[in-house]
């Protein structure tokens, strides 16, 4: 799910017609990946990952930040709670008693299941979004004009401000919800 609508893009875009929606949808999807790229998941989903173990005490889950562990199948038993620690960076700890124990080696042995995500959205993550949004609709309709007073449109080869994919004052306003290791 996106984390800006395609209402609240079109407000930030100035635009009150049906006739770019499609186009729309499609930087409101590649926003939201952009954002998670630098943050880890945003909106909560339910996930189910393998994993093969390999002799350590712990799993990095794919999506952090985790909200939960719903379930962890080792070698096809259940494990109960007690038997696994979660970190908020999403590290999953395998437990014996109160000190941490080895996962058993195998491949695609280990099931976790899982909700990622955070419990609301950040108003710098729908920040971020609207200035990749804007950005790329920009790009997408090129500068309009020339790069140089006087100069021609035939040369244009390099125009700074689309020279980047993702607008640097974005990137600003999501670092500070980094996790690490995302």
Known sequence: MPIVSLAKAKEHLNIDVADYDAELT????????????????????????RYSGVGTAELILRHPPVQAVTA??????????????LSDAGVLVR????????WPYGRNNITVDYTAGRASVLD????????????????QRGSGGSPLPGGS?????FTPNFSFAIPRRAVELLQTSRIPGV
């Open 26 to 49: 499609g930087y409101l999807g590649a926003a939201t990946e952009v954002v998670e790229h630098y943050v880890g998941a945003v909106e909560p989903r339910s996930l189910t990952e």
């Open 72 to 85: 962890v199948v080792e070698n096809g038993t259940a494990l109960a709670a007690a038997d696994y620690s």
């Open 95 to 102: 437990m014996a008693g109160q000190r941490p124990h080895v």
């Open 124 to 139: 710098n993550f729908v920040l971020a979004g609207l200035i990749i949004i804007g950005h790329l609709w920009e790009t």
């Open 153 to 157: 449109n035939d040369n244009m080869l």
